[in-house]
């Protein structure tokens, strides 16, 4: 970092491009996260910025702060999208190996004074922090012209182009006319600094109707590290059981869903499973009795359709937890809050009618079992940390497990509370109302969050270590890494969205030891699938990269405890799997980077070989070699990009 105080500013031509095949990375929002060659990630993360007057704000396209559109045309990505008044198109394309070009396309909507709209590039620091910088043919600037301006900013200049050349990478960017370049060192948010690039497009002030466009080649290269990894397994200390895979099942689509859930649950073994309660179209009534009134026949299709869904669940000996969304408006304070109002979600539920409430939800329980046969393991309020769409307090939370809990015991019936079912991993306080009162213990069945955010290992640990105070199972309840990919699903067929999910699901294997993941969704909601009229995809229904990585997890096999395992490469994401006693393992490998050799160690002497299964952009859960094992140690390649598994006890 301290060398960029030292520029070398160097004049040269530009370099033409042999087009060759590449693979550059982005995200449904349109910041580009880098470009692979060979299988390496050459890391960086393109946005598109908006500076407010004296850089008193910026604004930036990033996960869950617009709502883009996304689609792909070949080897384009084109993503569609806005930031306040400011239209955006940008379309990514690979040009060839190491080589993308980028155009954007802004229009204004309204009048607006900025000090301008930029693309925009983040260097990583343990990258870039002592590169040299070369402007690619400059303009002439006066002495007195364009500097930089304060000191967190280095250089302020025009020019066709920029590279940034490190010890281990070099990113070059090019433009085809002299454009205005700043380089700025900035914090992020908790300390950190990074080298933050700008590139002009519009500058000064806006009016409503203007536009403009301006086209980046983006030229990325650096070392290849194929080095051997090496895989250290414990097998001594197993630690909490993985039961497998779970699902979610709530219904949304009537015309899609049914093909999807078929589909899936014919070809996955799925551990567990959870289904909705749609509470406000079972007791819209206040007055009315519910179980009274559907013994009489009176139900709301929703509800018979729900409750069908835990049912064939059940009949397939698959655990099924009941999770409400909406409250009845009776049971709510306020109208119903079916839309965020001032960043506020949900409603809370009316502290004068809790007992009605226990009741009500206890009648929906009950007459799912004396109908439909179904015993429910445990029940939750979706998200109530967030208000999807209940909405409590940590207190009040606790409140529901002990009041809820105990009516239901009282009514003969074995279902527990889920405590949390947060929105995401970053929602850990919510638990410790309940975990400073032992009054809840009892009717805790198990912890639980969703990971849609909150990724952090230090955040995953909380999480294991809650579930290991109370002695009972830590569940992740929606499983997936994007709570508003069901505007663009088209990301959904990407490689780097299945690679993003599986290498999460890795890491939550390894680091929180669920007893399971209950993947959002194995219905048309998220589908693992497309064609079927999915999304308006009228193909045949076929799987796609995603599925097979959830087969490929979900064939880990029965009553297998997790281990500890550890890479000595970051690239390369593990988790292991296994009884001792049965002599059934899985380890679980995610390779982010090149092709590389790998030796796996400590594998019990009584395993003599495994069977070794990959799944990426080309196959799919691919049955390859057996590994023969000896003295414990197991040697075999693992391929660029991809997901492998290797099973003993086949």
């Not at 929703?302 to 009845?328: C, G, H, N, T």
Request: aromatic share 10%.
């Amino acid at each position: 970092m301290k060398n960029l105080y030292h520029l070398l500013i160097i004049l040269c031509l530009l370099i033409t491009i042999n087009p060759a095949w590449s693979q550059t990375e982005a995200t449904a929002w349109g910041n580009i996260t880098g470009i692979r060659v060979d299988g390496q990630l050459m890391q960086f993360e393109t946005s598109v910025r908006l500076v407010g007057n004296d850089w008193s704000s910026i604004q930036s396209t990033y996960k869950e702060r617009q709502r883009p559109s996304y689609t792909r045309d070949g080897n384009r990505q084109i993503i569609e999208t806005r930031m306040d008044s400011l239209y955006i198109t940008k379309t990514i394309e690979d040009t060839g190996k190491g080589s993308a070009r980028v155009d954007v396309a802004l229009t204004s909507r309204a009048d607006t004074s900025f000090t301008g709209a930029f693309f925009s590039i983040t260097l990583p620091q343990a990258d870039y922090a002592n590169a040299t910088v070369e402007l690619i043919n400059p303009a002439d600037v006066s002495l007195n012209g364009t500097q930089p301006n304060g000191q967190d900013e280095y250089l302020r200049i025009p020019a066709e182009g920029v590279r940034f050349v490190a010890e281990h990478r070099q990113l070059e960017v090019t433009m085809e006319e002299p454009t205005e370049i700043i380089v700025r060192n900035e914090r992020w948010f908790g300390g950190s600094e990074h080298i933050q690039v700008y590139f002009a497009i519009l500058t000064d002030s806006l009016t409503s109707g203007q536009t403009a466009n301006k086209t980046f080649t983006l030229n990325a290269t650096g070392d290849i590290d194929t080095s051997p990894v090496t895989l250290t397994l414990n097998s001594e200390q197993p630690g909490r059981e993985f039961a497998g895979l779970g699902g979610n099942f709530r219904l949304q689509n009537p015309n899609t869903d049914p093909q999807v859930i078929e589909y899936c649950l014919d070809n996955l073994r799925v551990a567990w499973g959870r289904a909705d309660m749609p509470w406000y179209l079972w007791h819209p009534e206040e007055d009315v009795d519910p179980l009274e009134a559907a013994r009489n026949g009176d139900i709301n299709p929703r509800v018979k359709a729900s409750m069908e869904m835990a049912q064939e669940l059940y009949k397939r000996d698959i655990p099924v937890i009941l999770s409400a969304w909406f409250p009845p408006e009776w049971a709510a304070v306020g109208p119903l809050n079916f839309q965020p109002k001032n960043g506020v979600f949900g409603n809370p539920l009316d502290s004068t009618k809790m007992d009605k409430i226990y009741a009500s939800i206890t009648s929906y329980i009950i007459y799912l079992k004396e109908q439909y046969g179904v015993e429910v393991e445990m029940f939750s309020f979706n998200e109530s940390d967030l208000g999807i769409n209940v909405r409590q307090t940590a207190k009040e939370h606790a409140q529901l497990i002990k009041g809820l809990g105990a009516y239901m015991a009282s009514k003969g019936l074995k279902t527990k509370m889920l405590l949390g079912d947060t929105a995401d991993g970053n929602g850990y306080n919510f638990l410790n109302a309940s975990l400073a009162d032992s009054a809840t213990y009892p009717y805790i069945d198990a912890v639980s969050f969703h990971s849609w955010r909150g990724w952090a290992d230090t955040t995953f640990t909380k999480w294991h270590q809650a579930a290991e105070k109370l002695d009972v199972p830590l569940i992740v309840g929606e499983g997936s890494i994007d709570a508003a990919a069901w505007r663009y699903p088209a990301i959904f067929e990407e490689y780097t969205y299945a690679m993003e999910e599986i290498n999460l699901y890795t890491r939550i294997l390894a680091i929180c030891q669920p007893l399971t993941i209950l993947q959002w969704q194995l219905t048309a909601d998220y589908s693992p699938l497309v064609g079927g009229g999915i999304f308006g995809n009228d193909e045949e229904l076929r799987p796609t990269q995603r599925f097979w990585n959830l087969k490929q997890l979900a064939s880990t096999p029965e009553n297998v405890f997790a281990m500890p395992i550890r890479s000595d490469k970051e690239d390369v994401t593990c988790a292991a799997l296994g009884n001792n006693r049965t002599g059934d393992y899985a380890i679980h490998l995610v390779n982010n980077g090149p092709t590389r050799q790998a030796t796996l160690t400590g594998l019990p002497r009584k395993v003599k070989s495994l069977q070794l299964y990959v799944t990426d952009n080309e196959r799919n859960m691919q049955k390859s070699d057996v590994i023969k094992v000896k003295d414990g140690q197991a040697q075999f390649t693992l391929d660029e990009v991809s997901y492998t598994s290797l099973m003993s006890g086949e």
